[in-house]
Nanobody, 124 residues
Framework: QVQLVESGGGLVQAGGSLRLSCAAS????????MGWFRQAPGKEREFVAA????????DYADSAKGRFTISRGNTKNTVYLQMNSLKPEDTAVYYC?????????????????WGQGTQVTVSS
């Protein structure tokens, strides 16, 4: 049982930037990857970005490439999502998640722990 807490969401105009943060706490466990997903009203939760803890390799959804950057913090089990050049279609609740074991980082089912989400709204 772990707790994930997201922060940094808000309202921003198109073209602006936000940085989301996620901190994990609770029982000790090894992590394979941490990722960000988002879910807009009436839509399924979709992959945005992930970072593998060993080696730090990153993966991005096509919609995020070139605009979003996922990174690890100095504090253990902390991850950030820097979002630049935001578009109205980026509007969603953004969720931080942890995958404990090796495998695909692209699917919701592959993650073991989830935060409560932080709202990102991009106005046109």
């Amino acid at each position: 049982q772990v707790q994930l807490v997201e922060s940094g969401g808000g309202l921003v105009q198109a073209g602006g930037s936000l940085r989301l943060s996620c901190a994990a706490s609770g029982r000790a466990f090894s992590n394979y990857a941490m990722g960000w997903f988002r879910q807009a009203p009436g839509k399924e939760r979709e992959f945005v970005a992930a970072i593998k803890w060993s080696g730090g390799s990153t993966d991005y959804a096509d919609s995020a490439k070139g605009r979003f950057t996922i990174s690890r913090g100095n504090t253990k089990n902390t991850v950030y999502l820097q979002m630049n050049s935001l578009k109205p279609e980026d509007t969603a609740v953004y969720y931080c998640a942890v995958r404990k074991y090796s495998g695909s980082v692209f699917t919701v089912a592959g993650y073991d722990y989830w935060g409560q989400g932080t709202q990102v709204t991009v106005s046109s």
